[in-house]
């Protein structure tokens, strides 16, 4: 089995992380993985914001009340609270993508959809082959107003597909995946 399927084979979704750095030279070559991302047309419709301390406190906010209405139980909000909050810190990287709109083309802005979901596959893959691991997540937090403004980014422009948490694995899980069989049809 080559390389490249033993990354594909291998990547699982990581949810907790060592507190441990990814360096900037590993970062930037998964960016480079991203940038050739297949894309209709070349327009390179995809674009990540890594947020920082800073930024990732302008979501506290948000993240309570989101918290708030999901607990019915108020003696549990205060653990909830922490627990969300932990979600965006806790990631030694917090990256935000977006993918550009088209409204005035939706077959376009499906395509291009596509295309940043392969550059997002691109990025989590150069970061398993160099031992990082990573997680796409599309919680509530990143549909908000707040997350638009932590990115200073208009809803008209770009549309939020996700945060990838990523960072140095603490735990691999292991999960159950279709069989060949089960997917796949030979026509005559
Ligand atoms: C578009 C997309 C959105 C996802 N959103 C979330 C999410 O919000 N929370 C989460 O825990 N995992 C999320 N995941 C990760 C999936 O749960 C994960 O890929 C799935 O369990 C299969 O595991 P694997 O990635 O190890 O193959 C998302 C994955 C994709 C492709």
């Known amino acids: 089995m080559g390389g490249v399927q033993q990354a594909l084979t291998s990547r699982r979704t990581v ?3 060592k507190r441990e750095e990814v360096p ?3 970062l930037e070559c998964a960016f480079e993985a991203a940038s050739n991302a297949p894309c209709h047309k070349n327009t390179h419709p995809w674009k990540f914001y890594v947020m920082g301390d800073k930024t990732r406190e302008s979501l506290i906010p948000e993240v309570e009340k989101l918290a ?8 549990k909000l205060g653990a909830k609270i922490s627990k969300a909050v932990e979600k965006i810190f806790s990631p030694p990287l917090l990256i935000c993508v977006t993918s550009a709109r088209s409204p005035q083309d939706p077959f376009r802005e499906e395509e291009d959809y596509a295309a940043t979901a392969c550059a997002i596959q691109n990025m989590a893959l150069s970061l398993w082959g160099n031992g990082v691991g990573s997680q796409w997540s ?3 937090i990143t549909r908000s107003e707040a997350a638009y403004a932590a990115i200073d980014v208009s809803r008209e422009k770009e549309r939020i597909v996700g945060f990838i948490k990523a960072g140095y694995p603490e735990k691999i899980p292991s999960i159950a995946k279709k069989a060949v069989e089960e997917i796949r049809t030979y026509l005559p």
């Open 138 to 140: 599309t919680g509530a």
């Open 68 to 75: 708030e209405k999901k607990t019915t139980d108020i003696e």
């Open 15 to 17: 949810y907790r992380y």
């Open 24 to 26: 900037d030279r590993i």
